[in-house]
């Protein structure tokens, strides 16, 4: 079945970086489109950014762009998302997810891992 496992999250101060990984198994990961969606306390599910299957292209959510970027190795069946100039409102717990069809936002919820926590505070 498929399995995604997140890693990498943590505490860090504002302005700061982190490196988000996800594993992937149990499906043929280099066919599928794939996601980085977080979710604050109290708030639903928002998308954060997409990747072809072969990279080809890349997509962001507006609050994110110039900050973030997601890249894939197929070869790892891994995924991540580099996160620079780290801000409070990025605090979440960020999940990866394998999307549904040819869109790198329709991710698929049923697919998600334990997720990672991200916390920007000083």
């Known amino acids: 079945q498929v399995q995604l496992v997140e890693s990498g999250g943590g505490l860090v101060q504002p302005g700061g970086s982190l490196r988000l990984s996800c594993a992937a198994s149990?499906?043929?990961?280099?066919?599928?489109?794939m996601s980085w969606v977080r979710q604050a306390p109290g708030k639903g599910p928002e998308w954060v950014s997409g990747?072809?299957?072969?990279?080809?292209?890349?997509r962001y959510t507006e609050s994110v762009k110039g900050r973030f970027t997601i890249s894939r190795d197929n070869a790892k069946n891994a995924v991540y998302l580099q996160m620079n100039s780290l801000k409070p409102e990025d605090t979440a717990l960020y999940y990866c997810?394998?999307?549904?069809?040819?869109?790198?936002?329709?991710?698929?919820?049923?697919?998600w891992g334990q997720g990672t926590q991200v916390t920007v505070s000083a």
């Open positions: 997810s394998r999307n549904r069809g040819s869109s790198a936002s329709d991710y698929e919820k049923a697919s």
């Open positions: 990747i072809a299957p072969g990279s080809i292209y890349t």
């Open positions: 149990g499906f043929t990961f280099s066919k599928f489109y």
